[in-house]
C-alpha cells in the first residue's frame, strides 16, 4: 500500500497598511457567511490518499473525504503618485511595486502557491501586478483569469469584502479547482484575511495571505469553514527571505 502526503507550508510575518477606494453603496450584499462553530472539532489539515496496487480504487476511494481548497488573498503592489491627473482607479504600478510583483511571484511558486483560477481588481496597479506575475512564472499565465471590477469599490465597504468574495469565488470556481487566488485592495482585503481566519491580519502591498480550509466543493468549504475557520498557512512578503 503506498501513501502520499501533502502537507502545508507554515510562514509568519507582521505588516500593516491601509487603502482607500470610492465605495458603490449600492451594490448589493452577497449571501451572509456562517460563523464557525467553536464547538466543531478541526478538520485534519493535511491529505492522505491510499491506493493498493494493482486494484482500480472504487468511487469512493477516489474522493478524498476532506479536500484542501486553498485561498490566495494578495494586495496589489506598490502604486504611482506622481500623475495627479490620473483617478485612483488608473495610477499605476511604481518603480518598488515593480520589482516586489516579481519577488512575490517567485516565493508563491517556490511554496508551490500557484493559483488555478484568479479573480482580480480590474484597476490598473492590480493588472499591471498580475501581468508582471505572469512575465515571471508560467503558472500564473496558465491560470484563469477574470477581472471583477466589483472588488475595487467592495475594497471600501466596511465588512462587506469577505461575504463578497465568497460569493464570486463559488460563482466563478469548480469542484476541481483547489487553489484561488483573489487580488484587490485595502482595506478589504486584509479585513477579510481577519475575518476568516480570525486573527487579525495586515497587509501591505503586494503582501499575499495564504488561507486554507476543506471542502469537496467551495460552497461546502465556506460553509465548514465559515467566519474564523480558515488555518491561515503564512503571509509572503517581497521583502522577507523564505
Not at 21 to 32: I, R
Not at 147 to 162: E, H, K, L, R, V
Not at 199 to 225: M, Q, V, Y
Amino acid at each position: 500500500m503506498n501513501a502520499v502526503t501533502l502537507c502545508n507550508h507554515n510562514i509568519n510575518f507582521n505588516i500593516q497598511h491601509h487603502f482607500s477606494a470610492s465605495a458603490n453603496p449600492n451594490w448589493p450584499k452577497s449571501s451572509a457567511i456562517r460563523r464557525r462553530n467553536p464547538n466543531t472539532a478541526t478538520r485534519p489539515s493535511s491529505l492522505v490518499i491510499e491506493t493498493v496496487e494493482g486494484k482500480a480504487a472504487s468511487d469512493s476511494e477516489q474522493t478524498p473525504p476532506y479536500v484542501a481548497r486553498r485561498l490566495i488573498l494578495l494586495r496589489h503592489a506598490n502604486s504611482s503618485w506622481e500623475d495627479p491627473s490620473l483617478k485612483d482607479h488608473d495610477r499605476p504600478l511604481s518603480e518598488t511595486g515593480q520589482a516586489d510583483a516579481v519577488k512575490v511571484s517567485h516565493k508563491l511558486q517556490q511554496l508551490g502557491w500557484i493559483p488555478q483560477l484568479i479573480l482580480s481588481s480590474n484597476a490598473v496597479r492590480t493588472r499591471e501586478t498580475l501581468t508582471i506575475m505572469q512575465q515571471q512564472v508560467r503558472g500564473f499565465l496558465e491560470a484563469e483569469v477574470h477581472y471583477i471590477s466589483s472588488f475595487y469599490s467592495i475594497a471600501a465597504m466596511d465588512g462587506q469584502t469577505a461575504e463578497h468574495l465568497q460569493h464570486v469565488i463559488c460563482n466563478y470556481s469548480r469542484d476541481d479547482i483547489l487553489t484561488v487566488m483573489c487580488m484587490g485592495h485595502n482595506r478589504g482585503w486584509e479585513e477579510a484575511a481577519s475575518m476568516f481566519t480570525g486573527a487579525s491580519i495586515e497587509l501591505k502591498t503586494c503582501n499575499a495571505a495564504l488561507l486554507e480550509t476543506t471542502g469537496k466543493s467551495w460552497d461546502e468549504a465556506f460553509a465548514l469553514a465559515g467566519l474564523g475557520g480558515w488555518k491561515l498557512q503564512g503571509i509572503v512578503k517581497p521583502s522577507t527571505s523564505l
